[in-house]
């Protein structure tokens, strides 16, 4: 038998997207500190090591929490990443050295999803800065966390087609057809048309119109809607096919 096992350590790294006013996909970052780092080049996905005593799922929603300060969020795991290289920049290294108190030579992570409505309020226990970033805008991150968040977006693309309701846990309780129509097209990178989309989601009971309508705004206000999830589950229907 070969005994060339390896030695590692386990930890989760949490991909949290949130949709902005200005109608682009977020990912909520944080600061890590290493010395002769400039600012700038130490966000980082929030993450942590697991405890002896913690289910990753557990670990998962802990990590969360001291994140955000929400106890309840959609939560989804979508890959391990276990490249033995994965932690071998020495800068790396070091932020480990300082953050965990152990000499780690190999670290394996299991990934998550998680939705987030940016108008939530974010209260931090575990990080001093906490920021949201546009996809399009992710800095160069520690680690594989780029390709981490590169693998997460295509994840989230099949997961809306398997379970479309999860594009309501990004948009306010009331949106415009338009805010669903660019949250969906960002997610899905599909080229649909407006009028054929606003037409198809006509056709679904469980998307309300609302007698509300925009206010003090540059374009034609437009109505509200609101997502019914009881209505939902009962038809289960996909979005686009």
Sequence with gaps: ???????????????VFGFDHDNRLNILLVQRHVDDVPVDRQRKL???????????????????HELTG???????????????????????IKWMGTEYMHNIDRIITVAYLSLCKIDHKINSTKYETVDWY?????????????????????????????????IFELLPKKFTIRQLYQLYSALSEKQIDIK??????SSFNYIIPLEEIEQNVSH????YYRFDAKIYKKNNTKLIK
């Design 1 to 15: 038998m070969n005994q060339d096992f390896i030695h590692t350590y386990v930890s989760v790294d949490c991909v």
């Design 46 to 64: 929030p993450g942590s090591l697991i405890f002896s005593n913690e289910d990753v799922d557990d670990a998962a929603h802990r990590v969360l």
């Design 70 to 92: 929400i106890k309840k969020m959609v939560l989804k795991q979508f890959k391990c990443f276990a490249d033995p290289f994965r932690a071998s920049n020495q800068t790396d």
């Design 134 to 166: 546009p996809v399009d805008q992710v800095p160069a991150l520690p680690f594989d966390h780029n390709k981490i968040i590169n693998e997460s977006l295509t994840e989230i693309r099949r997961w809306i087609e398997t379970d479309f309701s999860i």
């Design 196 to 201: 054929n989309f606003h037409k198809k989601i």
């Design 220 to 223: 034609r206000a437009a109505r």
